[in-house]
């Protein structure tokens, strides 16, 4: 495989800006250029819904230093968004008109939040949060807001009402499921999320769901629901989750998965020669799980750029990294890693889950499939071990937190 002249990254966050920067750091002296719609150089997003918005950050993770691109000879279009990938003629097409041949191309445009069609959306008031101009806005909010209403009771719906609380606010979360968070980690561990948000104050309403949103001079007031009620409102966010960003992919003519996401294999590529795809719009084989998986969080987006990057070169190798997340909310910490079925796998614990500390483990037979550890942090690397090994441990093992067992005997 020859070292490509000319690599062009389409889309300027973690993966794409990772991909990027991974590219000079393995010795790459090729042209290298990277489009970002965005017109903040690239960041993280897991500080937009913890740090920044609780006001204890005035800025967010930066992928790289303000000089990096320019010293590493990395051309940064921000700004600038790409309206068309031609495939067969290997070109991308920027909106003002640009043309720019590639060798190899990789499309880590992310995803953007979903929306809530019904009557009102379009009220001022209304947020969404995906972008580092969301967030500020989203913060400034919270610091006037008397009321405020957060739909959506998964991840960033939570860390968003941790932040309201700090800021003051009253706070009520909507949610479809009987428990927050339910559809990643079941009834029992998404209790302990509810219980620790209502000793904060925060009023949940579950089970139901947007009717429509009223208000007065074209500014939000409240929040029907589903079941009749009205909640006051002066803030809403909409946390209802991500869509990914395929249309460029999809007009190029790249095939789309069940999930969303843009078919690729294990080594992300697609099937259009010498096109990549990382981060939040890849739906890749994955050789641990022997399907397609799509994952929309940090650790995967850096992960996959840099993996990329290093695929783009010639290296040839499966990505297989299991999913990894993290979570603060309040005086809670956490960090998730693998992939649970939720209804078939069974949950064993170590430690205590009225009290916080604990250790969750989502058991296959004699397997951890998945393994969350909530204000305990010294068995991280044991816990990551057994997720991507499958190295056998007893029910036993784990609730006497013998992690690094090693064996079930």
């Known amino acids: ?101 590639y060798d190899r191309l990789l499309l880590a445009t992310g995803s953007k939040p979903r929306s809530l069609p019904v009557r009102g959306a379009d009220l001022a008031g209304i947020h969404t949060l995906r972008t580092l101009d969301d967030a500020l806005a989203l913060r400034a909010a919270f610091a006037k807001a008397e009321r405020v209403v957060i739909i959506g009771s998964g991840w960033i719906g939570s860390e968003a009402a941790a932040a309201a609380r700090k800021h003051g606010a009253e706070v009520t979360v909507v949610g479809m499921e009987s428990t927050p968070l ?27 769901s947007v009717a429509d949103f009223v208000g007065d001079d074209g500014a939000v007031t409240g929040v029907r629901l589903t079941d009749g009620s009205m909640l006051e409102a002066d803030v809403v966010l909409i946390a209802v989750g991500a869509a990914p960003e395929t249309g460029l992919a999809q007009a190029a003519g790249l095939e789309l998965a069940e999930d969303g996401g843009v078919c690729v294999d294990a080594l992300l590529r697609t099937a259009s020669p010498d096109v990549y795809a990382a981060g939040d719009i890849a739906s890749q084989f994955h050789p641990k799980y022997e399907r397609r998986l799509r994952v ?51 949950l064993v614990v170590c430690g205590s889950l009225a009290e916080r500390e604990f250790v969750a483990c989502w058991m296959r037979e004699n397997r951890v499939t998945a393994a969350m550890n909530v204000n305990i942090w010294e068995h991280g690397d044991a816990l990551k071990h057994l997720v991507d090994t499958g190295a056998p441990v007893t029910d036993e093992q784990v609730r006497r937190g013998e992690f690094s067992a090693g064996s079930a005997g």
């Open 296 to 346: 929309e969080h940090w650790a995967n987006a850096k992960n996959q750029g840099e993996h990329a990057a290093g695929n783009m070169l010639g290296d040839h190798e499966s990505y297989r990294r299991a999913p990894y997340f993290f979570s603060d909310q309040y005086d809670l910490g956490c960090e998730y890693r693998g992939l649970a079925d939720l209804g078939t796998d069974r």
């Open 1 to 101: 495989m020859a070292e490509p002249q000319r690599i062009v990254i389409v889309g300027g966050g973690l993966a794409g800006a990772g991909a990027a920067a991974a590219l000079r750091e393995r010795g790459y002296r090729g042209e290298v250029l990277l489009f970002g719609a965005d017109a903040h150089r690239p960041y993280e997003l897991p500080a937009l819904s913890k740090g920044l918005l609780i006001g204890d950050a005035e800025e967010p993770d930066w992928v790289r230093g303000q000089n990096f691109y320019t010293e590493h000879d990395i051309t940064l279009r921000l700004g600038t968004r790409v309206t068309r990938v031609e495939l067969g003629g290997r070109l991308v097409l920027d909106a003002s008109g640009g043309e720019h041949p």
């Open 182 to 208: 339910e559809s990643v980690l079941g009834a029992e561990v998404g209790a302990v999320f509810r219980d620790l948000h209502a000793e904060q104050g925060v009023h949940w309403r579950l089970g139901t």
